[in-house]
T-cell receptor, first 110, second 114 residues
Framework: ELKVEQNPLFLSMQEGKNYTIYCNYS?????LYWYRQDPGKSLESLFV?????AVKQEGRLMASLDTKARLSTLHITAAVHDLSATYFC??????????FGAGTTVTVRA | DAGVIQSPRHEVTEMGQEVTLRCKPI?????LFWYRQTMMRGLELLIY????????DSGMPEDRFSAKMPNASFSTLKIQPSEPRDSAVYFC???FGRGIQPQHFGDGTRLSIL
């Protein structure tokens, strides 16, 4: 069974500072996804990472993938309030079933 | 373009009643997924379809749960009879092709069983 662990589960960020969310998974995977969920809302796709060393950036968010370490990171640069949300990583192992991490709830304070 | 459309958005019903959740995937998408989200268990895949055919229903919790996809633009998830522990947010998602593209999620149905 594919297990996905995120840490931290809760992250209080100060505006303007940098932070990293970690996503570890238990077995070989060929795809890793990052999603964002605002309270009471749907899940919004942020990044799809397909290969070892893949790096994608959008605004203040940058995601990377190390398939050998079975690790992905989501780096937040100079946090701002509108980044407050829950961030999920999800992994699939050669099929279409996504296994989600527990989510990291981010709160950005002034 | 319209996204994944789910109905109803909220459902409150009494234990023992039948509940039917509905989903319209994005046009052209050939995969459809049903998920359940709870505080205790997080996001769980219940079942998924490819070209209207159920491929994997191993996540369906019990025989009380059933899902159908009669055509490419409509799917239902039914719970009969419903129980309080079924209370959750149920999401439908769809995607195109061999899975490289992300799954697009609907707004979810918030289900409360009293």
């Amino acid at each position: 069974e594919l297990k996905v662990e995120q840490n931290p589960l809760f992250l209080s960020m100060q505006e303007g500072k940098n932070y990293t969310i970690y996503c570890n998974y238990s077995t070989t995977s060929d795809r890793l996804y990052w999603y964002r969920q605002d309270p009471g809302k749907s899940l919004e796709s942020l990044f799809v990472l397909l290969s070892n060393g893949a790096v994608k950036q959008e605004g203040r968010l940058m995601a990377s993938l190390d398939t050998k370490a079975r690790l992905s990171t989501l780096h937040i640069t100079a946090a701002v309030h509108d980044l407050s949300a829950t961030y999920f990583c999800a992994v699939t192992a050669n099929d279409y079933k996504l296994s989600f991490g527990a989510g990291t709830t981010v709160t950005v304070r002034a | 373009d319209a996204g994944v459309i789910q109905s109803p958005r909220h459902e409150v019903t009494e234990m023992g009643q039948e509940v039917t959740l509905r989903c319209k995937p994005i046009s052209g998408h050939d995969y459809l997924f049903w998920y359940r989200q709870t505080m205790m268990r997080g996001l769980e895949l219940l079942i998924y379809f490819n070209n209207n055919v159920p491929i994997d229903d191993s996540g369906m919790p019990e025989d009380r749960f059933s899902a159908k996809m009669p055509n490419a633009s409509f799917s239902t998830l039914k719970i009969q009879p419903s129980e309080p522990r079924d209370s959750a947010v149920y999401f439908c998602a769809s995607s195109f092709g061999r899975g490289i593209q992300p799954q697009h999620f609907g707004d979810g149905t918030r289900l409360s069983i009293l």
